[in-house]
């Protein structure tokens, strides 16, 4: 089960700190992403790490501004949003995968969470 928070309304150029609990897996070989989807769009890939967080991807829309983190104890994964921007408004979701790295699409991940809602506005 993976259950995303953190979620809510943020004005421009604001910060938020989405996190991903994990439960009922080993996650020694997964990679845990997290994707999201405005309105009218496709889901779109956000970023990736291993679960043993030696690596880390990042879409380029969201490079330098969010980072991905993971907790091994707490089994949580977090997404640091900063500089946030009206584009960024969308519900995030994370999953897990097992494709070969960096796995960047939708398909490559078998189990999502609910996702949570972010708007950027003022």
């Known amino acids: 089960q993976l259950v995303e928070s953190g979620g809510g309304l943020v004005q421009p150029g604001g910060s938020l700190r989405l996190s991903c609990a994990v439960s009922g897996y080993t996650l020694d070989y997964y990679g845990i992403g997290w994707f999201r989807q405005a309105p009218g769009k496709d889901r779109e890939f956000v970023a990736v790490?291993?679960?043993?967080?030696?690596?880390?991807y990042y879409a380029e829309s969201v490079k330098d501004r969010f980072t991905i983190s993971r907790d091994g104890v707490k089994n949580t994964v977090y997404l640091q949003m900063n500089s946030l921007k009206p584009d960024d408004t969308a519900v995030y979701y994370c999953?897990?995968?097992?494709?070969?790295?960096?796995?960047?699409?939708?398909?490559?991940?078998?189990?999502w969470g609910r996702g949570t809602q972010v708007t950027v506005s003022s």
């Open positions: 790490i291993t679960w043993s967080g030696s690596k880390t």
């Open positions: 999953a897990l995968s097992t494709g070969l790295w960096p796995p960047r699409l939708s398909r490559e991940y078998s189990t």
